[in-house]
């Protein structure tokens, strides 16, 4: 019989878990009592922020892994090195990036900056998790990130929104192949969030800041990352238990405000 493992059993593996939304679900989960997070990212989390987290929750319980979430042997290597303290109990995968180009211009190094670590690093984060799960008869969530971007024209960023429509196929698909070992496989779907992501001198030229799309949403505003953290742990927990396959737009009623697609286009 499969065991189910919830935060609160193993490690909680964040991509992209040294910044904006990814450290925010990271520090959420520690707040709520998870066992473990392991950080993986390119870069290593502020010196100061990593320093607190550690005081705070404990050293033990939070393990720092740089990796290049596109690269899969890389990717297979550190989940394989965490599981052998605690068991991986969950991936949540924020890793990402944007880019603003004509699409007359796109190169295939283009498409692969941006497919690499969405597409490629969701799946193989997700897939070495599974595989660990599969081989010791337990079972995990799975939670991807995808963005409003999936579900509209956004002329002159072409390779974000078909990375995240990609993600969204990736979450349903792997969510009914891996039904039958009882992993649960999801993602959410934000609007514009307050991350270092879409910071001034940090977003790439092209990209609207954040004033000029907050009454976009529904809501008025733009989300902070804690409340898509929020949403992030509901799908790694038991409370989420029936709810796999699911797209979950924590977006400020962004996808349905009539002219989001026409007024982003600049
Ligand atoms: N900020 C927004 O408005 C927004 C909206 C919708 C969706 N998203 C998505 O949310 C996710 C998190 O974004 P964020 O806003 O927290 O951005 P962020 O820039 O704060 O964090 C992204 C992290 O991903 C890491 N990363 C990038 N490439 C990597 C790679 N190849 N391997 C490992 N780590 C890598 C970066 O180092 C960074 O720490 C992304 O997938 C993004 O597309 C963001």
Redesign the pocket.
Known sequence: MTTTLTPQDGCTVV?????????VTARLLLADGARKVAL????EPAHDVLEELRRRYGPERVQVLT????QRDEVHAAVAAVGKDVPVSGVV??????MAKPSLDLTLDDLHKLF???LA?SLFTAQAAAIAWIASDTAGAIVN?????ANFGWPGRLP?PVA?AGIEALTRTLAVEWARWGIRVNAV??????????ADG?RPPGIKPLSEVADRHALGR?AQ?QE?AEAITFLLSAKSSFITGAVLAVDGGFTITKDSAKELAQ
Request: glycine share 14%.
């Open positions: 991509t992209g878990g040294a910044s904006g939304i990814g450290l993986m990212d390119l870069n990796c290049n979430v596109s995968s924020c890793a990402g990036t944007v690499d670590v969405h690093g990130t995808s963005s409003v971007a974000y995240k779907s934000p609007g514009s969030v307050d991350s270092p992501l879409m940090k733009v990352p898509v």
